[in-house]
Each structure stands twice: as C-alpha cells, then as structure tokens.
C-alpha cells in the first residue's frame, strides 16, 4: 500500500484512519464529513492538507478536478457570502474538498447552514435553498472537512454531522525527527543534539520546525560557518534563543513565578501584571494546566502546584 503520510510524523492512529476513508474514497468518490481536533500548533492544519492533496491526485487518476478550497472560518461572514464566494466558484457542478479551519468560529448562521447541508442520507447528497436557487451537494463530488483547537465550542449537532479525528501529543523521538527534517541543507544535526533541542521545543510540531530551520539550527549553523550541530552547540543555541525547558518562554517562566509567589492569583491580576489579554493569558494557562504545574480553584484563583515549583527549581539551577 502507498504510503500516502510520509511526510506526517508521528500520528500512526489518526493516519490508518485516514488511509481507511481514503481507501474507501477510491472506490466510491466519498469521503465522510471530518473534524481534525487538536492544540494549536499539533498539525491539523497540515494533515488535512496532504489529506486533500491525496484526494485530488486519486481524483486526477480518473480524470477529474477536484480543487482543495481552505477557509478561514472567521471571516466567513454570511451564508450569502458562502454562497457566492464559494459554492458558486467551486462547489456547483464541481469537485472541490471544503476545509473549515478553525470552525469553532463561524457565526450561527453558517452553522445552521452547514447542519443543513451535511444532514447525513443514504443517498450522499443533499440539497439548500438559498433565496429563488436550490444547490446540490453531492458528496460524492464535494468533501468536507474541519478543524479545531477548541472543540468545546462547537455546536453540538454540528459536531454531530463529522467524524472526529483527535491528534495525538509527539514524543521527544518525533519532535527531533521534525526538526531534522527542518534543518535546511547543506547543514545536518547530529540525533543526540536534537533529542537535546527537543527539550527545550514546545513538544509541537510548529515549534519543533522553527527551531530545525531558520530560527534555530539551521540559523546556527549558517551563522557561526558550522557543518553539523552538535550536543555541545545545545546550549549555546539555547541561550541565544532564550528558551526554556519544554519549550517555555521567560515571560511564561516570569508569569509561574508570579503564581508561586501568591496565595491565590486572579486571571485579572495576572494579565495585568504581564500585559496580555485574557485570551492570551488563558492560553499559556493551557500549557501550566497540561504539565500540571498550576490548578485553579473556583473561587480561589490559581496557585501553583509541587511540579510546577520543581520546574522553577531547575530553571533556577541550570
């Protein structure tokens, strides 16, 4: 069998998933409704990328066009704009693949829309009305697909019309093999400097090739006129980019620290002190909460936690 994800890392369970719907894809033209769910930065985006581009060469095969349209979904402002920006271009009487990225965002209208559209048939195909004009969609011609960091909010039975795919986190293994195949030529890394780097990598795969190319490595290599980098160029590379184990930036370290220091700290009194929006605030909350660095109480605000001061420890001793 083709191996349709040599260019995806990690990922075995999400991608014998997909070899299964594209396996059926083959043989009948339809590819059931999906959802790509993950943090930011994991490769959703990417994934249903390859994930199209193999739909449309199975698609060239036999002698068909079948475009790959990505949308933004907050800026997908009306139904009205939906249909003549994009079902009018590329889904009437055409093959196209739908990619809504980040989905959580679209307005209640186009959700309603869409639970219009994808209701499930056993014909595979649905028809919408829109003013005077009825379109069909034909999902043996039209495919669709979403992604999402914030899976919570979803609609319901919108959620409910896809399949769901969730992205596992990459071991340190398969964020180093990211960075080594980010470090732009003719420059190499040695497997033990990058097993090393990967420490300090966000565990991302975003993360792990901007530090395998141009912001990292590949940066380090061309700059100081060095062929191979090695374990003991980690160090320096790390100072340069002011990074800290597990990927954490000062201002995040800056901001643990600031926890530790309180009995009970607010989101309010954090951004405050840091400057960030809440949004931003709560999303490297995020990262405290999956390390188990920090809980945070109702009521009582957030307080550190005996991992998160170990973490603060080593930082404080390396």
């Not at 199209?52 to 199975?58: N, Q, T, Y």
């Not at 869409?114 to 379109?135: A, W, Y």
């Not at 597990?246 to 405050?272: N, P, Q, W």
């Not at 188990?292 to 109480?297: A, D, L, T, V, Y």
């Amino acid at each position: 069998m083709k191996d349709n994800f040599s260019e995806i890392v990690g990922q075995s369970h999400s991608k014998k998933r997909l070899q299964f719907y594209i396996d059926g894809f083959t043989r009948s033209n339809v590819f059931p409704h999906t959802m790509v769910v993950a943090p930011k930065g994991v490769g959703k985006t990417h994934l249903v990328r390859e994930v199209g581009k193999i739909l449309k060469g199975i698609s060239a095969e036999g002698g068909g066009k079948k475009c790959f349209i990505e949308i933004n979904s907050s800026t997908l402002k009306s139904v009205k704009q939906f249909i003549e920006q994009i079902v009018m271009n590329y889904v009437h009487n055409q093959d196209c693949t739908l990619f809504f990225d980040e989905v959580h965002e679209l307005n209640p209208k186009m959700v309603a829309a869409l639970l219009s559209i994808l209701n499930p048939t056993k014909e595979n195909r649905t028809e919408f009305r829109f003013g005077d004009m009825v379109f069909e969609f034909n999902f043996a011609r039209v495919s669709f697909f979403a992604a999402t960091t914030e899976r919570q909010k979803v609609f319901q039975p919108l959620l409910d019309r896809f399949a769901e795919i969730h992205l596992d986190e990459y071991t340190v293994e398969e964020v180093a093999e990211i960075m080594k195949r980010n470090v732009q030529n003719p420059y190499s890394a040695e497997p033990d400097a990058l097993l090393e780097m990967a420490k300090y990598c966000r565990g991302n795969a975003r993360s792990a090739a901007m530090i395998g190319g141009n912001q990292g490595v590949s940066n380090y290599c061309s700059s100081r006129n060095v062929k191979t980098f090695k374990v003991a160029d980690v160090k320096k590379l790390v100072e340069i980019l002011d990074l800290f184990p597990l990927g954490f930036s000062r201002m995040e370290v800056d901001m643990l620290r600031a926890i530790s220091k309180a009995r009970a700290t607010s989101l309010t009194a954090l951004a405050a002190k840091s400057g960030l929006s809440k949004p931003a605030q709560q999303d490297i909350e995020k990262c405290f909460l999956r390390y188990g660095f920090i809980e945070i109480e109702a009521g009582h605000g957030r307080s550190i936690t005996a991992k998160g001061q170990e973490y603060l420890k080593a930082v404080e001793a390396r």
